[in-house]
């Protein structure tokens, strides 16, 4: 199957809703696995590369949760395909450059997603909507259990499981959170939160991981440490940090609300009346300024309109699932020009933003029991 | 232009972020860069290359002037220093000295605390079984108790054949 068939429409997958996804807009373990007796496909030649492909794939395939999976070899994707993985967080950057030898496996609900040949033999991950990385620790640990019986994996008992980056080395396992934090970026708190953040051994970066910035306010947070600490403790430590960036986000928009609502509602009035009228915009602009509308939904300023609308935009118009509905290729200037107009269509049926009656500063925030 | 940390030196790592609206430039020397590590207040890609540059120095070190190669696969240490990665699992073996540094500073231990693959598992217990059944028929033998022994004896075999059929895959 084409892969632009298989996957699920930007509409019904910016409805997925789970926990906290107000501020948390997805969860993701992710297991790195190597096979024994082979080289790590970064120093392994073209052959070998093929043989542990050819190894992996059909074993991943025949997971009772890969079934109706889409399957394919990197060398059989468009370089547009690959972007708008990418795009979707399903694959990493570095995959996307890979081609033959590589491969990919893919769920239908898109919820797990196994990269081969990445920059170990097998990269595996589970995502879920929101806040879950408990359960997407229990989705990719079955699989990973299931797949233990058939692939032969580079083990040591001191070491663990042994991956070819060193920082990798031990559970393999990186846990990490999609945060949406403009209420942080706005109260000028976000860089002394970040700090303290790495100060607890965990890393954030922008949008699309290792050194990317961080457009549309949107951070992951993810351990760093793999070595010495256990998949549990792991996700506990993550769970602990999240729900205190939660809080602090929270009160973040409670504080900015009550000292200065005029310059929370000029942000989201003025990027609401950009969004609904520019006639030409780049994708920075657009994650950006859909990210204090996204504020502006949470903080009921745009009412009777769906958090889904603006997660959909956020999808639609970066580059490649732009150029994805037209049939010609398109400039970035002519992309600047076609996501202007859709956009402005999209937000045709919403109203300009109201400044929501003055409700208790508290109200409405989400915030995790502890 | 001069590094923003000691202010004297020369910078020659150029460091741009962007958080929200906020761009940051951080410009410094090479020192300063190495000794900021993670703790870095500026940012958090930043640290990742940070945490990098200094990673291949340590190995650099710690490896001394014998460059070593891996039998497996051919990886040197050189190629290392290079990649920041490895050659294959064989390689955590041939570099395990210069690795155990770096190691410590990486990581929360230097022993792996999680996940053992189901298999391994099986035959750690199955190795603490047998060398408890053979303390058992030790002691048996010296008190000349052979009907025991015997059973033991069985009990062992039993535990063998058991136990090579996981490994044999």
């Known amino acids: 199957m084409e892969l632009h068939v298989f996957l699920i429409p930007p509409a019904e997958s910016a409805r997925r809703k789970g926990p906290h996804d107000r501020i948390v807009m997805s969860s993701r373990v992710r297991l790195a696995r190597n096979l024994k007796d082979a080289a790590f496909p970064g120093w392994a030649k073209k052959p070998e590369r093929v043989r542990v492909l050819e190894m992996i794939r059909p074993t991943i395939e025949a997971l009772p949760e890969m079934k109706g999976a889409f399957s394919g070899t990197m060398d059989g994707l468009s370089s547009l395909d ?58 990719i640990d079955q699989a990973d259990s299931t797949l233990e019986k058939t692939l032969n994996y580079a083990f040591s008992p001191e070491l663990g499981y042994l991956t070819a980056c060193p920082t990798n080395l031990g559970t393999g396992i990186r846990v990490s959170a999609m945060l949406h934090l403009p209420g942080l970026v706005l109260a000028e708190q976000i860089n002394p939160i970040i700090q303290s953040v790495n100060k607890l051994g ?16 949107v951070f992951q947070v993810s351990n760093q440490m793999t070595l010495g600490e256990s998949e549990g403790a792991i996700v506990e430590r993550l769970e602990k940090v999240l729900a ?47 990210s204090l509308m996204r504020l502006g939904v949470d903080l009921g300023s745009f009412p009777g309109v769906d958090r889904s609308l603006v997660d959909e935009l956020f999808m639609l118009t970066q580059p490649a699932h732009l150029q994805k509905q037209h049939s010609e290729k398109l400039s ?39 | ?75 040197t240490q050189a190629d290392f220093k290079k990649a920041g990665r490895l050659g ?82």
């Open chain 1, 244 to 290: 205190q960036l939660i809080e602090h986000e929270e009160n973040a928009r409670g504080t900015l609300l009550e000292k200065k609502p005029k310059m929370v509602y000029n942000h989201i009035g003025r990027a609401y009346g950009i969004l609904a009228n520019a006639h030409s915009i780049s994708s920075k602009e657009t994650m950006n300024l859909l």
């Open chain 2, 1 to 75: 232009m001069l590094c923003c940390i000691c202010k004297e030196k020369e910078a020659t790592v150029h460091l741009t972020q962007i958080a929200g609206d906020k761009m940051q430039k951080v410009d410094l020397c090479e020192e300063c860069a190495k000794t900021k590590g993670v703790n870095d207040p500026t940012g958090f890609s930043l640290a990742d290359l940070l945490l990098g540059l200094g990673a291949s120095q340590e190995i650099e070190q710690a490896g001394g002037v014998t460059g070593l190669k891996c039998p497996a696969c051919g990886f």
């Open chain 1, 202 to 217: 965990l890393a954030v970066r922008g949008l699309y991981g290792e050194g990317t910035e961080a457009l549309g306010n």
């Open chain 2, 88 to 169: 294959c699992p064989e390689c955590y073996q041939t570099f395990a000295e210069p690795l155990e540094g770096l190691l410590k500073t990486m990581h929360k231990g230097t022993r792996h605390a999680g996940k053992v693959p189901e298999s391994l598992r099986q035959n750690r217990d199955l190795c603490d079984r047998l060398l408890l059944l053979q303390k058992k028929l030790n002691k048996a033998i010296e008190q000349e108790d052979f009907e025991k022994a015997a059973v033991l004896r069985d009990e062992i075999k039993q535990t063998t054949s058991r136990g090579t059929t996981p490994t044999a895959r």
């Open chain 1, 332 to 370: 970035a200037e002519e992309r600047d020009l076609l996501r202007a107009d859709m956009v402005r269509e999209r937000l045709r049926p919403v109203s300009r933003p109201v400044v929501p009656p003055a409700a208790s500063p508290g109200a409405g925030l989400d915030k995790p029991a502890k």
């Open chain 1, 82 to 139: 690959k972007q708008i993985l990418v795009e979707r967080h399903l694959i990493s950057r570095e995959h996307a450059a890979k081609s033959a030898g590589s491969g990919l496996v893919l769920n239908r609900e898109e919820t797990l997603c196994f990269m081969i040949n990445e920059e170990d033999h097998l990269r595996m991950q589970a995502l879920r909507p929101g806040l879950q990385l408990r359960q997407a620790w229990a989705t």
